[in-house]
């Protein structure tokens, strides 16, 4: 079965500093993993995704993605934080044999602080 | 995303009452999504539909049901709303690569 485990519901950086936000998955065959970020109020926008290739996966807003397969992760990353990123992230796995459907972890917020 | 719009934003009724989620898009994708959003559960999926006439079941598809009236619109319906169906439903797109999502703004209704 697949799915997808965010372990922090929450995550405190100050403004400036790097940020994780982690995620593993567990799926049959190769992964399609993606990260949306969800802002107050707002739909899910994507930031990123890996399908092949490179481990690091560059995205939208400065965000980038290391894919493990060893570890079975997917985190998400930024160099330096900032105010304006604080918001709620969804690390998500496309299912293997049902390429239609979607697997969400269950969200982390990440709070940036001046 | 103004690509994917859905209607009402915001809806409050009452138990046993029956209620229609709108959802419109002017992508051109073929596969359209409905989930809903409950606090530290992330986004389930209710049903998806691939074309007009080929409509799924997700994981939690039992209370709903769907009709997908046009490619670019995708209705979700609550035959008989129960309080534990509050909850935010997002409706989404995506092409037949299915690479990525589109999300509508959300709509968050409550069950009283």
């Known amino acids: 079965a697949q799915s997808v485990a965010q372990p922090e519901d929450q995550v405190n950086v100050a403004e400036g500093n790097p940020l994780t936000v982690k995620c593993t998955y567990s799926?049959?065959?190769?992964?399609?993993l993606f990260w949306y970020v969800q802002y107050p109020n707002r739909g899910l926008q994507f930031l990123l995704k890996y399908i092949t290739g490179d481990n690091l996966v560059k995205g939208s807003y400065g965000f980038e993605a290391e894919f493990n397969k060893s570890q079975t992760s997917f985190h998400l990353k930024k160099p330096s934080a900032l105010v304006s990123d604080s918001a709620l992230y969804f690390c998500a796995v496309r299912g293997s044999y049902n390429f239609n459907k979607f697997y969400f972890g269950s969200g982390t917020k990440l709070n940036v602080k001046p | 995303d103004a690509d994917v719009t859905q209607t009402p934003r915001n809806r409050i009724t009452k138990t046993g009452k029956r209620i229609m989620l709108e959802c419109s898009q002017t992508k051109g994708h073929d596969r359209m999504y409905w989930y809903r959003q409950d606090p530290g559960l992330g986004l389930r999926l209710i049903y998806y539909s691939f074309d007009v006439k080929d409509i799924n079941k997700g994981e939690i598809s039992d209370g709903y049901s769907v009709s997908r009236q046009a490619q670019a619109k995708f209705s979700l319906s609550l035959e008989s709303a129960i309080p534990n169906q509050t909850a935010l439903y997002f409706c989404?797109?995506?092409?037949?690569?299915?690479?990525?999502?589109?999300f509508g703004p959300g709509t968050r209704l409550t069950v009283l």
């Open positions: 799926v049959s065959g190769n992964p399609y």
């Open positions: 989404a797109t995506s092409d037949t690569t299915a690479l990525e999502q589109f």
